[in-house]
């Protein structure tokens, strides 16, 4: 497969900036946590770091969690946001909700997310479950020969703008890791990803891109 065969977009994983519960550590996943003035800040900084990694045709699709920390992040970043997917949640940790790691160890010693147990919440496979639907829709837009689209969309970068377990799930499965893969990729408040090709084969295109601070 040459280049000129394969996709034209990429896909742009965009977390949200600061809560008061993520510089805490406390896990949030269904919970609506506002940003703080140093995530707004951040998100609007946001703009210079896509600039860095966008290609210059315009985005296919911006398509954002429903939490309010992401439809924020999106809109002080100077996104549109084209449609809002509840697939796009953030991990849902059950009864580590609002928990930080030390406090949920105190009834589960040596708990991680990657590795569970999370009862009252999803699974690993459920996770991967839903970041795998996610990144097939997201590759259908994309554009190119390879992509299988039937959509009347020219193709262009999808940026998908969410959380930081479920980003860190959905990189992993770009290149075939299973969801625990995602322990190895850092992702910051109001950093940015990208999954791109190389060929046609997932690659990682940039990691955990932040963004230019803001007075």
């Given at each position: ?149 039937a959509s009347d969309r020219p193709g262009g970068d999808v940026v998908l703008v969410g959380h930081g377990h479920f980003s860190r799930v959905l990189t992993a499965r770009w290149i075939g890791l299973p969801a625990s893969g995602g322990v190895h990729f850092k992702m910051d408040p109001a ?25």
């Amino acid at each position: 497969m040459t280049p000129e065969t394969g996709p034209r977009g990429r896909i742009l994983l965009l977390r949200h900036g600061e809560t008061e519960w993520s510089r805490t550590g406390r896990h949030t996943g269904r919970t609506d946590v506002p940003l703080t003035d140093a995530g707004r800040a951040a998100a609007r900084g946001i703009r210079d770091a896509l600039a860095l990694v966008r290609n210059d045709s315009p985005l296919a699709l911006v398509r954002c969690s429903p939490r309010t920390r992401a439809r924020d992040t999106a809109e002080l970043a100077g996104l549109v946001v084209d449609d809002v997917d509840e697939r796009l949640a953030e991990w849902d940790y059950g009864d580590g909700e609002g928990r930080t790691t030390p406090q949920i160890r105190e009834t589960l010693p040596g708990w991680t997310v990657w590795d569970g147990p999370w009862p009252g919440g999803e699974t690993a496979d459920d996770v991967c479950a839903r970041a795998d639907a996610v990144l097939a829709d997201a590759r259908s837009l994309l554009g190119g020969s390879d992509t299988g689209s039937a959509s009347d969309r020219p193709g262009g970068d999808v940026v998908l703008v969410g959380h930081g377990h479920f980003s860190r799930v959905l990189t992993a499965r770009w290149i075939g890791l299973p969801a625990s893969g995602g322990v190895h990729f850092k992702m910051d408040p109001a950093g940015v990803t990208v999954l791109g090709f190389e060929r046609g084969v997932p690659r990682l295109d940039h990691v955990n891109q932040r963004p230019t601070e803001h007075e």
